[in-house]
């Protein structure tokens, strides 16, 4: 082998190694010098007990017979009267399509009886006119979303659709005659559903809940003087049936109540007479206001609270058994990570006497067009890995001040060496 070829393949192993070290060497240092950010948002932190109770208020059970169709009528929490109808009940098919033929012909009469109100002997291109008028305005509607008045201008229109098929003199005697065939219409397809079809009328009036669970007769407000903690774990284990043709039920009080059963830690924190925000995140989502009624002495390990509220009566109506969270307070700033929190040495200059000192303060750096700006903060709470701040700001900040402060969305940076207010970052 020549010397030459030796020596050659000597310097071009060499300068694979040199490569390799160079690659290596720069990717140890960029990442040593990277700078790594997070985008902050705004965060609520909730000081909140979690606990599971029942829903207790004044309920009184609608029932009928039994039926092979229920066609419940009010929507779930809506007012209803006493006496007025709340289901109808079906025997079988049929008598479910005479109901919709009585509800077809119905309208029909109504919108007849409205056509020979308005007719005023109006010539035929007077009512084209009307006509398509009253069409163009539906279609406005309809574009806009405009609905408040939908059921009249549809009625109108419809209307003037029958007063243009009666558009002649005898259109009065013609209308009456159309009235008096579907009034006859309608009394033999009531006396026929006589036979198959059953009305439900409230027996009181209250708020409407399709739900009737069995609880009703087992779960009232007389009821809550005497309950303890454990007539509540006795009575959440229970599970009734709801009563036999019930149809929904009637919320006949506008307070409500809700009864769980909590630590004594959590019991300390609760005041008779004074309100807790309780959430409910299951079923449905909401908060709500209540009232702390009563407050137990611990049993078993646990004290019965009872709350109560006279509000979200409707959005409530067919919740029982829920999971909910007593909110005492909730704290809003900015989540940082922890790894993004400095404590920093600053002097500051008294205004009045010129003495300065040194002041530590806690600060994050935020990654503005290349460059580290620090912005000083104030920690709210610790959350785990990361901290709840706000901004420090003087009692009446400047429009400036206010735009240089920390806000939702800056980019802070958690991995930094040496950090210092105008760094310009690279890597």
Known sequence: MKQGTVITRIMIVLLFFMVCAYLIFSAVRTLDERSYTVTTYSHTLDDAAETTGLLIRAETVVTGQAAAIVDVLPDQGEKVRSGSAVAYLYQDESALDRRRQLRTLTLEEEQLMYALQG?????????????????????????????????????????????????????????????????????????????DTTTVYAPCSGTFSAMADGYESLLYPDMLEDLTAAGLRQLMAQDPAAPDGAVGKLITSSKWYFAATVSPEVAERLVVGRSVTVRFSRDWSGEVSMKIERVDEAQDGACLVILSSTRNLADTSMLRKQTVEIVFS?????????????????????????ATSTK?????????????????????????????VQAVLPDVPTDNQLKTAL?????VIVSAEELYDGKVMTG
């Open 119 to 195: 007719q005023d002997g109006t010539d035929a291109s007077r009512l084209d006119q009307s006509i398509v008028d009253t069409m163009v305005g539906l279609r406005t509607a309809a574009v806009y979303g405009d609905l408040t008045s939908l059921e009249e201008q549809s009625l109108s229109f419809k209307s003037l659709v029958i007063r243009h098929g009666y558009a002649s003199d005898a259109g009065v005697e013609e209308l009456t005659a159309a009235i008096e065939t579907l009034q006859a219409q309608i009394e033999a397809l009531q006396s026929a559903a006589a036979l």
């Open 330 to 354: 909730s704290l809003t700033g900015i989540r940082v990570p922890k790894k993004a929190v400095r404590t920093e040495a600053v002097e500051v200059t008294d205004p009045e006497t010129g």
């Open 360 to 388: 530590q303060i806690i600060v994050v750096y935020v990654l503005t067009a290349a460059q580290a700006e620090r912005k000083e903060i104030e920690i709210l709470a610790d959350d785990g890995d990361y901290y709840l």
């Open 407 to 411: 806000r939702a969305g800056d980019q």
